[in-house]
């Protein structure tokens, strides 16, 4: 019997130790290199202003005639003009998910949805033994961030709610991000976000992390609704 319990406890002392305890500082650089690759790959072209450059790539791109890796090279070197100059593109940042809906929490076909993206090769490899339901549980509930937590040195990131008259922002749009759910190890990770721009625009992703030397590196994005 001692012989039992003995064994019993050496195994849960290994399992409490082999979780790695992230430290909040390294959690809130984690969401930093998040919205950076959130806002370079998907949504900085909003950052761009209407000029006869973007409107010609745009319409020879639709007419056929230019390829979609010019029309993408354009647009990469049109981003790396705009990062250099002033004033800073405009993103707001909020900790409720669903603003365009009358809401406390996620819906339950969202938290199902999000449930169903979770399955796959990552968590297969990376996540194995945990719980999905714990998983989907941190995923569906926000980060509790401050707009000044967040750092990405070419936008300025602002509180949503700063006015009234801008509901969807005053700038680009705005995010939420979930709570991070790491893997033992603690070098994976995975979050939800949500990006709105109106009440018919935006979109929400579960997005699969992997830690890098330097950053905390987008490995994939998984759709979970968009308007």
Same mark, same amino acid.
């Given at each position: 019997?001692?012989m @039992? $319990?003995?064994?019993?406890?050496?195994?849960?002392?290994? *399992? =409490? %130790?082999?979780?790695?305890?992230? +430290?909040?500082?390294?959690?809130?650089?984690? &969401?930093?290199?998040?919205? !950076?690759?959130?806002?370079? %790959?998907?949504f900085?072209?909003? =950052?761009?202003?209407?000029?006869?450059?973007?409107?010609?790539a @745009?319409?020879?791109? /639709?007419?056929?005639? #230019?390829?979609?890796?010019?029309?993408?090279? #354009?647009?990469?070197?049109?981003?790396?003009i705009?990062?250099?100059?002033?004033?800073? =593109?405009?993103?707001? &940042?909020?900790?409720? /998910?669903?603003?365009?809906?009358?809401v406390?929490?996620?819906p339950a076909?969202i $938290? +199902?949805? $999000?449930?169903?993206?979770?399955?796959?090769?990552? #968590? !297969?490899?990376?996540?194995?033994?945990?719980?999905?339901?714990?998983?989907?549980?941190?995923?569906?509930k926000p980060?509790?961030?401050? *707009? +000044?937590?967040?750092?990405?040195g070419?936008m300025? #990131?602002?509180? @949503?709610? +700063?006015?009234?008259d801008?509901? &969807?922002?005053?700038?680009?749009?705005?995010?939420?991000?979930?709570?991070?759910y /790491?893997?033992?190890? *603690?070098?994976?990770?995975?979050?939800?976000?949500?990006?709105? =721009?109106?009440?018919?625009?935006g979109?929400? !992703?579960?997005? /699969?992390?992997?830690?890098? $030397?330097?950053?905390?590196?987008?490995i994939e994005?998984? @759709?979970?609704w968009?308007?």
């Amino acid at each position: 019997m001692k012989m @039992r $319990i003995s064994v019993l406890l050496i195994f849960f002392f290994f *399992a =409490c %130790e082999s979780r790695r305890e992230v +430290a909040i500082d390294e959690k809130v650089k984690l &969401y930093g290199d998040v919205l !950076d690759q959130l806002i370079t %790959e998907h949504f900085y072209q909003l =950052c761009l202003p209407p000029n006869e450059v973007t409107d010609s790539a @745009r319409s020879d791109f /639709f007419n056929n005639k #230019i390829t979609e890796e010019k029309f993408l090279r #354009i647009g990469d070197s049109l981003k790396r003009i705009r990062k250099n100059a002033l004033p800073r =593109c405009v993103v707001d &940042y909020t900790n409720e /998910f669903q603003i365009f809906r009358d809401v406390d929490e996620l819906p339950a076909d969202i $938290i +199902a949805t $999000i449930n169903e993206r979770l399955k796959g090769d990552f #968590i !297969d490899e990376h996540f194995k033994g945990e719980a999905m339901s714990t998983v989907t549980d941190s995923l569906s509930k926000p980060a509790e961030l401050r *707009a +000044a937590d967040l750092a990405v040195g070419y936008m300025e #990131i602002v509180p @949503r709610g +700063a006015r009234k008259d801008k509901p &969807y922002g005053e700038g680009i749009g705005v995010f939420a991000l979930s709570r991070v759910y /790491f893997n033992s190890q *603690a070098d994976r990770a995975i979050l939800y976000y949500e990006f709105t =721009c109106g009440p018919k625009c935006g979109l929400g !992703d579960v997005v /699969f992390l992997e830690k890098t $030397i330097n950053m905390w590196a987008v490995i994939e994005y998984k @759709r979970v609704w968009e308007l």
